[in-house]
């Protein structure tokens, strides 16, 4: 499986943005996120780069990107909260029922103008099926 996005610049980025992401199997919480991040932009492809003829065949580990280090310096306990439900489609609603507190204490959340508690970091952490340090550095 492939998924290649090609972005011209934006607010963001002074350069066009072009990666790929290569794998027998890309999980569907990174293809939700890329389709959610570059709807116009992420092209996917079932076939394995080795038959595909217009690729070159350059791989870099995401980890070492300068995309991926950006994006791990600006993320933030409310933006991680928002892009998580987000790729689940679910609304603030949803979560905050899910969470048992108001959708006011879910949008202060996620705007960073609450902080996130340990309590509240574990619980984000078994919906989402990540680590708790997503939301809370312990």
């Not at 492939?2 to 943005?17: I, Q, R």
């Not at 995309?67 to 679910?90: F, Q, Y």
């Amino acid at each position: 499986m492939l998924a290649v996005v090609k972005a011209p610049p934006t607010h963001g980025t002074k350069k066009p943005v072009s990666f790929k992401i290569e794998g027998e199997q890309i999980p569907d919480f990174v293809l939700g996120m890329l389709k959610y991040m570059f709807p116009k932009c992420v092209k996917i492809y079932e076939t394995p780069l080795k038959k595909r003829h217009d690729m070159d065949e350059e791989s870099v580990a995401l980890e070492s990107t300068d995309w991926n280090k950006r994006m791990s310096a600006e993320m933030t306990p409310g933006k991680a909260i928002r892009a998580d439900r987000g790729l689940r489609g679910w609304t603030q609603n949803v979560l905050a029922q899910k969470l048992g507190i108001s959708i006011q204490n879910l949008s202060a959340m996620e705007h960073d103008r609450r902080p996130v508690s340990k309590k509240m970091a574990a619980k984000l952490s078994q919906i989402f099926d990540v680590p708790p340090e997503t939301y809370f550095k312990f």
